[in-house]
């Protein structure tokens, strides 16, 4: 079962965390059923980019961004070339580690 590393944020993990997820598993979804709280807007249906996160090792071994996800990472405060929507971030068998970036876009939580 492969690991995910989580860099330290202030919000979510101060000391940073270490969570397990079968293969097969969203990164977003791991990080939730593990109590790592992750804003995900639009309830992971790839239509936000509230659960952005920053692929430090392990990119490679993700799925493939499509189309609709490069689209909206156009939009991610921070965007990176290792960045990922969470919630389309499918794990395999090689550990990962992220970063949560600072801010997110969230009009809502932003009361916009």
């Known amino acids: 079962m492969p690991v995910i590393k989580i860099l330290p944020h202030s919000e979510y993990c101060p000391g940073g965390a270490q969570v397990s997820a079968p293969a097969g598993t969203s990164i977003c979804e791991a990080l939730l059923d593990n109590g790592i709280e992750i804003e995900h807007a639009c309830e992971m249906s790839?239509?936000?980019?509230?659960?952005?996160v920053i692929v430090r090792e392990g990119y490679a071994?993700?799925?493939e961004p499509d189309e609709a996800e490069e689209?909206?990472?156009?939009?991610?405060?921070g965007l990176q070339p290792q960045s990922r929507l969470s919630c389309q971030a499918i794990l395999a068998q090689q550990d990962v580690t992220v970063e949560i970036p600072r801010y997110s876009i969230n009009h809502a939580k932003e009361n916009h």
């Open 61 to 63: 071994s993700l799925n």
């Open 46 to 52: 790839c239509a936000c980019t509230t659960c952005h």
């Open 71 to 77: 689209d909206l990472l156009d939009r991610a405060w």
